[in-house]
């Protein structure tokens, strides 16, 4: 399992730093900025990677509602969701 873990944390590191819109400088100025970086619909996509790793498919249910506000929010608590979401199916 802690391979599949570390397959499912680097494919989570990827997607945020090829689609993450973190803003530059100060606090938000612009309506897209007051979106959290990865927002629950963009995370959506990387379950289409992510069943591959695991070979089947994953419920939208395991993205937390609202998105994710750092890197280490996205990969911990989504990879943790997805194992426990696998544990749960055995």
Do not use: C
Request: net charge negative; glycine share 6%; aromatic share 4%.
């Amino acid at each position: 399992m802690a391979s599949l873990e570390n397959q499912i944390k680097t494919a989570l590191a990827q997607f945020w730093d090829e689609h993450a819109l973190v803003p530059d400088g100060g606090g938000p100025s612009t309506v897209d900025e007051l979106l959290e970086p990865i927002e629950s619909m963009t995370a959506v996509e990387v379950l289409a990677t992510l069943d591959k790793i695991v070979g089947k498919k994953l419920p939208n249910s395991v993205i937390q509602a609202g998105g994710y506000k750092t890197k280490e929010e996205f990969v911990i608590r989504l990879s943790a969701r997805v194992l426990s979401h696998l544990a749960t199916k055995k």
